[in-house]
């Protein structure tokens, strides 16, 4: 069954940098696009980018561009999201979502927990 | 960029139908996707392609879309349906093409 298996809690310095991990099992990871979702506490969710594992091409959304820098490890079917310059307005779980073949996500991670604070 | 817009709160009786809108400027041109997500839990699929179900959803979710709104529906309502209800759509051409509707929570009273 697909699974995806995120990193764990984080917690943060402004400023600093933070990457969260998740490993895709059960289906053929280059096989799929992987996006990031947030989710800030009491909040909605907010789509942050993508990534296809096959060529390691990526698109992020403007809000983030500069900040964010989405890779993969296809040796360990692993995509991997960094977050640069955290503000603490960057607190947030921070999903990753299989791409369901027409822009929806079909299976998500369980979320990791980052905590931007001084 | 493109808004969705859900009412935050919609309350029902168990056994009744609930609906749950999407308005935006020509949804129904776009290919609408519904997730369910219950507190301390990842988001999930209930409806994807305005009204396809995954695998493993129950028949009582169901959804449409056409000219300005896009509607998920739950028919015979149960205690566990009770969660936020996000609609998403993808906005090709956008510097921000994954959008989701601001969520609405679902109660059953």
């Known amino acids: 069954q697909v699974q995806l298996v995120q990193s764990g809690a984080e917690v943060k310095k402004p400023g600093a940098s933070v990457k969260v991990s998740c490993k895709a099992s059960?289906?053929?990871?280059?096989?799929?696009?992987m996006h990031w979702v947030r989710q800030a506490p009491g909040q909605g969710l907010e789509w942050m980018g993508w990534?296809?594992?096959?060529?390691?091409?990526?698109n992020y959304a403007q809000k983030f561009q500069g900040r964010v820098t989405m890779t993969r490890d296809t040796s360990f079917n692993t995509a991997h999201m960094e977050l640069s310059s955290l503000r603490s307005d960057d607190t947030a779980v921070y999903y990753c979502a299989r791409d369901g073949e027409n822009w929806y996500f079909d299976y998500w991670g369980q979320g990791t927990l980052v905590t931007v604070s001084s | 960029s493109y808004v969705l817009t859900q009412p935050p709160s919609v309350s029902v009786a168990p056994g009744q139908t609930a609906r749950i809108t999407c308005g935006a400027n020509n949804i129904g041109s776009k290919s609408v996707h519904w997730y369910q997500q219950k507190p301390g839990q990842a988001p999930v699929l209930v409806v994807h392609d305005d009204g396809d179900r995954p695998s493993g959803i129950p028949e009582r979710f169901s959804g449409s879309n056409s000219g300005d709104t896009a509607t998920l529906t739950i028919s015979r309502v149960e205690a566990g349906d009770e969660a936020d209800y996000y609609c998403q759509v993808w906005d090709t051409y956008s510097d921000h093409p994954g959008v989701f509707g601001g969520g609405t929570k679902l109660t059953v009273l």
């Open positions: 990534i296809n594992p096959s060529s390691g091409d990526t």
């Open positions: 059960g289906y053929t990871f280059i096989g799929y696009f």
